[in-house]
T-cell receptor, first 116, second 111 residues
Framework: DTGVSQDPRHKITKRGQNVTFRCDPISEHNRLYWYRQTLGQGPEFLTYFQNEAQLEKSRLLSDRFSAERPKGSFSTLEIQRTEQGDSAMYLC??????????????FGPGTRLTVT | RKEVEQDPGPFNVPEGATVAFNCTYSNSASQSFFWYRQDCRKEPKLLMSVYSSGNEDGRFTAQLNRASQYISLLIRDSKLSDSATYLCVGGMNTGFQKLVFGTGTRLLVSP
C-alpha cells in the first residue's frame, strides 16, 4: 500500500494521560499536514511540515500538543495531559511541492481518539 | 461566519437523479479549490480539483465562479455508491497550501 498510513487507528485513553500518534506519508511527498476532525465538522488544519521543518501551526494547537518530523519522513503528534475536548479524529495528509503546482493533499485513515 | 459554507443536507435522491451542491467561500485570497468525498468514519478522499474553466470527470462536473465566490459540484446519474458526505475545500498558497474545509453536504442515494 503506497498511501498515507497512520497508527494507531483507534486510541482510548483516560483524561490526563499522554498519547502519541504516528503518520507515514506517501514516500515521495515532502509536505505533511495534521488535521483534526470532530463530529459534523470538516477537518481543521493543525500544523504543516516541509521536510523536517515545522513551518506553520494553527492556534488550535495548544501548548499540550507537539508534532515532529525528525528525518523528513514519518511524523508524530503528541498530546500531553489529554482532555475530553481532545476527542476527535486526527488526520494526517501529505502532498508534493513542485513547480507544476501539484498541491493536492492525500489523507491517511486517521486516528480516532477517545478521552474518557 | 465560516470561511467555507455548505448546506449540510441531507440530500435524498433516487438512483439515476442529477444532484447539485453549492458552496460559498469568504476569503477572496483563496486560490485553489477541491471537492473531497468522505464516507462515514473514513478519511476524506480527493474527488476532484476545481478550475475556473470548469472541469468534468465522468459523471462529476465542478465549476468555480470567482466573481460570486462559489463552487459547485454536479453529479449526474446518481449511484447508490455516491452516498457520502461531500466536502468543499478552499486552499491558499501562502508558502504552503492551507486547506479550509466546509462542514460537508450529506448525500443519500436510494434505490
Amino acid at each position: 500500500d503506497t498511501g498515507v498510513s497512520q497508527d494507531p487507528r483507534h486510541k482510548i485513553t483516560k483524561r490526563g494521560q499522554n498519547v502519541t500518534f504516528r503518520c507515514d506519508p506517501i514516500s515521495e511527498h515532502n509536505r505533511l499536514y495534521w488535521y483534526r476532525q470532530t463530529l459534523g465538522q470538516g477537518p481543521e488544519f493543525l500544523t504543516y511540515f516541509q521536510n523536517e521543518a515545522q513551518l506553520e501551526k494553527s492556534r488550535l494547537l495548544s501548548d499540550r500538543f507537539s508534532a515532529e518530523r525528525p528525518k523528513g519522513s514519518f511524523s508524530t503528534l503528541e498530546i500531553q495531559r489529554t482532555e475530553q475536548g481532545d476527542s476527535a479524529m486526527y488526520l494526517c495528509a501529505s502532498s508534493l511541492a513542485g513547480t507544476s503546482g501539484s498541491y493536492e493533499q492525500y489523507f491517511g485513515p486517521g486516528t480516532r481518539l477517545t478521552v474518557t | 461566519r465560516k470561511e467555507v459554507e455548505q448546506d449540510p443536507g441531507p440530500f435524498n435522491v433516487p438512483e439515476g437523479a442529477t444532484v447539485a451542491f453549492n458552496c460559498t467561500y469568504s476569503n477572496s485570497a483563496s486560490q485553489s479549490f477541491f471537492w473531497y468525498r468522505q464516507d462515514c468514519r473514513k478519511e476524506p478522499k480527493l474527488l476532484m480539483s476545481v478550475y475556473s474553466s470548469g472541469n468534468e470527470d465522468g459523471r462529476f462536473t465542478a465549476q468555480l465562479n470567482r466573481a460570486s465566490q462559489y463552487i459547485s459540484l454536479l453529479i449526474r446519474d446518481s449511484k447508490l455508491s455516491d452516498s457520502a458526505t461531500y466536502l468543499c475545500v478552499g486552499g491558499m498558497n501562502t508558502g504552503f497550501q492551507k486547506l479550509v474545509f466546509g462542514t460537508g453536504t450529506r448525500l443519500l442515494v436510494s434505490p
